[in-house]
């Protein structure tokens, strides 16, 4: 919908399927030229884009860039260091040094424990998935409060809308505050009712995300939110 | 592999309690809708599958003629086993059974033998020589929760369904596995300080410990087990049991509702 | 192979015992998604064989020493339930399930392309519910479709089927008598798109003729499964639009 497609056919690709020539174009993600041909290596949308050919993926792991927004769960502590759940193939690692407090040595568990949720960047990735978190910077902290849902990776936008303006919307209905992290993990506070709505329609974004029907079935869900009264 | 517990998920769980509410929009005894199959796998000789919420679950049943217990000539057996496989979630790891796995089979085992619904006598083919072995296996193919439930109920509505392949054995004609009753399970999960039946999977990630109640057709109980790390007083336990008679009930008209189809 | 018999696998007008052609193939279903806990998930139906496969990661590989800085690796479990066959099969692992696990995986490490995740590893866990000859092929189609369900970056899917010879005859796709009495058993898994091949048994006795027909037949069952393959996973964003 917001991906420059505009009236153009909106083609479905399995792996290994055939896109087009290869000549003149380049190989854009989720595809691979084969002799002179560009396959799609996922399933997904074929997506044609200044002259690029890639395949928008239906499914996917999530994959930390560096930079990229997180919610993540401390899946283990120790002295000078904490491991994070960022709900990818590897853990993160949040060193002593790039927490938000003064941090003593040997005292990490104080300041966060196993299970504790933070909202946390992504500071460095190497080639072998090494992954660098950080806490320090504007509203990177400690989640005290609230609760976490999950969204597909590739739903992320689709829940965002555009220009943020579905997840405006969401915060409108239930007045709750909502942040999408990059790695599908979205953190919503609010009152309890606020949250159960939230929480539908997070849900909403998981089943029909990808369907056309969305845009209908979120109005729906508006006409019952909290906000409204009638819930 | 042991799943992280999010601290706000307990939280949460803890802050709907107080207002007698589920994460999902349930009541508090109530159940998810259940999809029961029966006779839905070919090679087996009794079979049923339970669909409830995200949690999937096969029965199936096989004979086998072995000799039997010099102690007792003319009876034969009856074995129920489940595993928790690493195709239901990503918790779940290879290897040899693990102790849920044995838990879950025996936890199962139970409510059905000691329901007294098959008559160890009435497996018998030459006392002292044949007898048949009845083994119930069930495979969980996707744990969203309240596997326990799930696996009762598959494995005695595939008993119910079950064809003695006597032709295959040579000993006569097939027939008809006789079952003497339903058993049935109820579970509940202490979720947010107060027992819920039949938790989903975010439940049991942020609750505590668990009670299973088989009940037979006259509403005896045939099998408790406690699991997890917990506890919980009589007064609690009064009040789910009345919840488990009435749960029991329903989940059994359900069987007969399949078997008349 | 159970080797020549007198049990007679042909009928009288060439048809085989359950009325089908010698070029043709059980009928296929299958459905991708159906396992809301895996990251992907497929139910093939092929024949009375029903295979399920669930596919989790990319996860970190565990342990340390099965790990390769350069790729990942794919962690393959063939199961067959206790229930899938007449006679009952004892839980856990065996030499058969060893095996075909091993050559199942590195079958489709040869289209997953592994090296966009060094050090992670990509569990493909296979059940067959129901067995009725040729449960390792509809495993090998049943994972291949979960891993393109899971969003796994692929080279192209994998096809899994089998020919084999009977009477002296060869057929495709073999069921239960014809592969307890037949001559032959010739399981590949195809690359459709690329017609390359990334898995090969075979067991019994073929002449080179007879490979090559059996080979011929496997090609064009495996297109008319890759069909069916892709239908599924198609169907399952059904009234999608991204």
Same mark, same amino acid.
């Given at each position: 919908?917001?991906?420059?497609?505009?009236?153009?056919?909106?083609?479905?690709?399995?792996?290994?399927?055939?896109?087009?020539?290869?000549?003149?174009?380049?190989?854009?993600?989720?595809?691979?030229?084969?002799?002179?041909?560009?396959?799609?290596?996922?399933?997904?949308?074929?997506?044609?884009?200044?002259?690029?050919?890639?395949?928008?993926?239906?499914?996917?792991?999530?994959?930390?860039?560096?930079?990229?927004?997180?919610?993540?769960?401390?899946?283990?502590?120790?002295?000078?260091?904490?491991?994070?759940?960022?709900?990818?193939?590897?853990?993160?690692?949040?060193?002593?040094?790039?927490?938000?407090?003064?941090?003593?040595?040997?005292?990490?568990?104080?300041?966060?424990?196993?299970?504790?949720?933070?909202?946390?960047?992504?500071?460095?990735?190497?080639?072998?998935?090494?992954?660098?978190?950080?806490?320090?910077?504007?509203?990177?902290?400690?989640?005290?409060?609230?609760?976490?849902?999950?969204?597909?990776?590739?739903?992320?936008?689709?829940?965002?809308?555009?220009?943020?303006?579905?997840?405006?919307?969401?915060?409108?209905?239930?007045?709750?505050?909502?942040?999408?992290?990059?790695?599908?993990?979205?953190?919503?506070?609010?009152?309890?009712?606020?949250?159960?709505?939230?929480?539908?329609?997070?849900?909403?974004?998981?089943?029909?995300?990808?369907?056309?029907?969305?845009?209908?079935?979120?109005?729906?869900?508006?006409?019952?939110?909290?906000?409204?009264?009638?819930? | 592999?042991?799943?992280?517990?999010?601290?706000?998920?307990?939280?949460?769980?803890?802050?709907?309690?107080?207002?007698?509410?589920?994460?999902?929009?349930?009541?508090?005894?109530?159940?998810?809708?259940?999809?029961?199959?029966?006779?839905?796998?070919?090679?087996?000789?009794?079979?049923?599958?339970?669909?409830?919420?995200?949690?999937?679950?096969?029965?199936?049943?096989?004979?086998?003629?072995?000799?039997?217990?010099?102690?007792?000539?003319?009876?034969?057996?009856?074995?129920?086993?489940?595993?928790?496989?690493?195709?239901?979630?990503?918790?779940?790891?290879?290897?040899?059974?693990?102790?849920?796995?044995?838990?879950?089979?025996?936890?199962? #085992?139970?409510?059905?033998?000691?329901? &007294?619904?098959?008559? !160890?006598? +009435?497996?018998?083919? %030459?006392? *002292?020589?044949? $007898?048949?072995?009845?083994?119930?296996?069930?495979?969980?193919?996707?744990?969203?929760?309240?596997?326990?439930?799930?696996?009762?109920?598959?494995?005695?509505?595939?008993?119910?369904?079950?064809?003695?392949?006597?032709?295959?054995?040579?000993?006569?004609? #097939?027939?008809?596995?006789?079952?003497? &009753?339903?058993?049935? !399970?109820? +579970?509940?999960?202490? %979720?947010? *300080?107060?027992? $819920?039946?039949?938790?989903?999977?975010?439940?049991?990630?942020?609750?505590?410990?668990?009670?299973?109640?088989?009940?037979?057709?006259?509403?005896?109980?045939?099998?408790?087990?406690?699991?997890?790390?917990?506890?919980?007083?009589?007064?609690?336990?009064?009040?789910?049991?009345?919840?488990?008679?009435?749960?029991?009930?329903?989940?059994?008209?359900?069987?007969?509702?399949?078997?008349?189809? | 192979?159970?080797?020549?018999?007198?049990?007679?696998?042909?009928?009288?007008?060439?048809?085989?015992?359950?009325?089908?052609?010698?070029?043709?193939?059980?009928?296929?279903?299958?459905?991708?998604?159906?396992?809301?806990?895996?990251?992907?998930?497929?139910?093939?139906?092929?024949?009375?064989?029903?295979?399920?496969?669930?596919?989790?990661?990319?996860?970190?590989?565990?342990?340390?020493?099965?790990?390769?800085?350069?790729?990942?690796?794919?962690?393959?479990?063939?199961?067959?339930?206790?229930?899938?066959?007449?006679?009952?099969?004892?839980?856990?692992?065996?030499?058969?399930?060893?095996?075909?696990?091993?050559?199942?995986?590195?079958?489709?490490?040869?289209?997953?392309?592994?090296?966009?995740?060094?050090?992670?590893?990509?569990?493909?866990?296979?059940?067959?519910?129901?067995?009725?000859?040729?449960?390792?092929?509809?495993?090998?189609?049943?994972?291949?479709?979960?891993?393109?369900?899971?969003?796994?970056?692929?080279?192209?899917?994998?096809?899994?089927?089998?020919?084999?010879?009977?009477?002296?005859?060869?057929?495709?796709?073999?069921?239960?008598?014809?592969?307890?009495?037949?001559?032959?058993?010739?399981?590949?898994?195809?690359?459709?798109?690329?017609?390359?091949?990334?898995?090969?048994?075979?067991?019994?006795?073929?002449?080179?003729?007879?490979?090559?027909?059996?080979?011929?037949?496997?090609?064009?069952?495996?297109?008319?499964?890759?069909?069916?393959?892709?239908?599924?996973?198609?169907?399952?964003?059904?009234?999608?639009?991204?």
């Amino acid at each position: 919908m917001s991906n420059g497609q505009n009236g153009a056919e909106l083609r479905l690709v399995t792996p290994g399927m055939a896109i087009g020539p290869s000549a003149g174009m380049r190989v854009g993600s989720g595809a691979l030229a084969q002799n002179d041909t560009i396959i799609a290596t996922r399933l997904g949308w074929v997506k044609h884009l200044n002259n690029t050919v890639s395949v928008d993926p239906i499914n996917s792991a999530y994959m930390p860039r560096s930079g990229d927004l997180i919610v993540a769960t401390v899946a283990e502590v120790r002295n000078n260091l904490w491991f994070m759940n960022i709900n990818g193939p590897f853990q993160g690692l949040l060193p002593m040094s790039l927490a938000p407090w003064k941090v003593e040595f040997g005292a990490a568990r104080q300041h966060m424990g196993i299970g504790d949720v933070v909202l946390a960047r992504v500071q460095e990735v190497d080639e072998c998935h090494n992954v660098v978190l950080t806490m320090k910077g504007v509203g990177l902290r400690r989640l005290n409060q609230g609760s976490v849902h999950s969204v597909p990776i590739t739903h992320i936008e689709r829940l965002r809308g555009e220009g943020n303006a579905t997840i405006q919307r969401l915060r409108d209905a239930c007045d709750c505050r909502i942040i999408v992290g990059e790695n599908g993990k979205v953190w919503v506070d609010g009152d309890a009712d606020g949250i159960a709505w939230a929480r539908q329609a997070i849900d909403l974004v998981h089943t029909s995300g990808h369907k056309k029907s969305f845009e209908a079935d979120l109005s729906a869900l508006e006409n019952n939110a909290p906000k409204n009264g009638d819930a | 592999m042991v799943e992280l517990v999010p601290t706000l998920l307990r939280q949460e769980l803890a802050r709907l309690a107080e207002d007698d509410l589920r994460l999902d929009g349930r009541g508090r005894w109530d159940g998810r809708d259940v999809d029961l199959q029966i006779d839905c796998l070919y090679n087996a000789e009794g079979s049923a599958k339970v669909v409830m919420g995200k949690t999937i679950v096969y029965a199936g049943v096989k004979f086998e003629i072995r000799t039997p217990w010099p102690d007792r000539p003319s009876q034969g057996s009856l074995m129920c086993g489940a595993e928790l496989r690493p195709v239901a979630h990503r918790k779940y790891e290879p290897g040899p059974p693990s102790p849920q796995s044995i838990e879950l089979g025996r936890v199962v #085992d139970r409510g059905i033998r000691e329901s &007294g619904c098959i008559d !160890m006598e +009435s497996l018998c083919i %030459v006392p *002292g020589e044949k $007898v048949w072995g009845v083994m119930i296996d069930i495979h969980v193919l996707s744990d969203g929760g309240n596997v326990f439930d799930a696996c009762g109920l598959a494995a005695i509505a595939a008993l119910r369904t079950a064809v003695v392949p006597a032709e295959r054995f040579d000993v006569g004609e #097939d027939y008809t596995l006789k079952v003497n &009753g339903t058993p049935i !399970m109820a +579970s509940f999960t202490r %979720v947010g *300080g107060r027992y $819920v039946f039949d938790p989903s999977e975010e439940e049991e990630l942020g609750g505590d410990e668990r009670i299973h109640i088989t009940l037979g057709d006259e509403g005896h109980l045939h099998s408790l087990q406690k699991g997890l790390r917990g506890v919980f007083t009589p007064a609690e336990f009064a009040e789910i049991f009345e919840v488990a008679h009435q749960r029991c009930s329903e989940l059994r008209k359900l069987v007969a509702t399949q078997e008349g189809n | 192979m159970g080797g020549y018999g007198d049990v007679k696998l042909l009928r009288d007008d060439g048809l085989r015992l359950d009325g089908r052609k010698l070029d043709e193939m059980r009928p296929v279903t299958i459905e991708a998604g159906i396992l809301p806990a895996a990251d992907g998930s497929a139910m093939v139906t092929h024949g009375l064989n029903v295979a399920v496969a669930a596919v989790y990661g990319p996860m970190e590989a565990h342990p340390r020493k099965i790990q390769r800085q350069d790729r990942a690796v794919i962690d393959v479990r063939y199961n067959m339930a206790p229930f899938s066959t007449s006679d009952r099969i004892r839980p856990g692992f065996n030499r058969r399930s060893r095996e075909i696990s091993k050559v199942t995986a590195e079958a489709l490490e040869s289209v997953v392309l592994v090296e966009r995740y060094p050090r992670s590893k990509i569990r493909v866990e296979i059940e067959i519910l129901a067995a009725e000859a040729g449960t390792r092929c509809a495993g090998i189609t049943a994972a291949s479709v979960a891993l393109a369900d899971a969003g796994i970056p692929m080279r192209d899917l994998l096809v899994g089927v089998a020919s084999g010879k009977v009477e002296d005859i060869v057929v495709l796709d073999l069921d239960k008598a014809e592969d307890n009495y037949g001559q032959a058993d010739l399981p590949v898994g195809i690359l459709p798109n690329t017609g390359e091949i990334a898995f090969l048994q075979m067991d019994g006795d073929l002449s080179p003729d007879e490979y090559n027909l059996a080979m011929e037949y496997n090609f064009k069952a495996a297109a008319e499964i890759h069909e069916i393959m892709v239908d599924a996973l198609k169907r399952r964003y059904e009234g999608g639009e991204n």
